[in-house]
T-cell receptor, first 111, second 112 residues
């Protein structure tokens, strides 16, 4: 059974600091997604990581994938308040492209 | 705007009632997914349809059912509603090279 674990589940940090969210998964998968959700809002796709060693960056967010370690990271550089949200990773289960979701990391960035 | 639409935005109803949530996928997407998100909870996958056929089932209760119509819109039917069914219900659609799921704005269901 494919399981996806994120840590930490909650993170409170100061503006200007760097931090990393981790996403571990239990069995082989060749595709991983990161999403952002603001409170009470929908989910927004951030990154699609398709292969081992893939790295994608958008502004202060950078995501990477290590399929051998079954690990993805979402790195936040010089955090700003606008990045406060819940971040989810999700891994493809099978050919139906059903996603298995992590529990989400609630990120609060204090001014 | 993801291109996925959901109606209604909000729904307030009583226990024991039945409601229908509607979703229109992005133009060209054949897959539709339904999710439930309770307060401060993660996403629970309910069911997936592909071009009118059920493809995968998650933690969907027997009181819940869904279908996808020939025009590819989908409906999620929730019956014999209980207080615990109060949640945000999201629809997502996918297609294209990466099969990325794009989420609709959600329907907030409140069962009183």
């Amino acid at each position: 059974e494919l399981k996806v674990e994120q840590n930490p589940l909650f993170l409170s940090m100061q503006e200007g600091k760097n931090y990393t969210i981790y996403c571990n998964y239990s069995t082989t998968s060749d595709r991983l997604y990161w999403y952002r959700q603001d409170p009470g809002k929908s989910l927004e796709s951030l990154f699609v990581l398709l292969s081992n060693g893939a790295v994608k960056q958008e502004g202060r967010l950078m995501a990477s994938l290590d399929t051998k370690a079954r690990l993805s990271t979402l790195h936040i550089t010089a955090a700003v308040h606008d990045l406060s949200a819940t971040y989810f990773c999700a891994v493809v289960l099978d050919s139906n492209y059903q996603l298995i979701w992590g529990a989400g990391t609630k990120l609060i960035i204090k001014p | 705007d993801s291109g996925v639409t959901q109606t209604p935005k909000h729904l307030i109803t009583a226990t024991g009632q039945r409601v229908t949530l509607r979703c229109s996928p992005r133009s060209g997407d054949l897959s539709v997914y339904w999710y439930q998100q309770s307060l401060d909870q993660g996403l629970q996958f309910l069911i997936q349809y592909y071009n009118g056929e059920e493809r995968a089932k998650g933690n969907i209760l027997e009181r819940f059912s869904a279908q996808q119509f020939p025009d590819l819109h989908s409906e999620l039917n929730l019956s014999s509603l209980e207080l615990g069914d109060s949640a945000l219900y999201f629809c997502a659609s996918s297609g294209g090279s990466y099969n990325e799921q794009f989420f609709g704005p959600g329907t907030r269901l409140t069962v009183l």
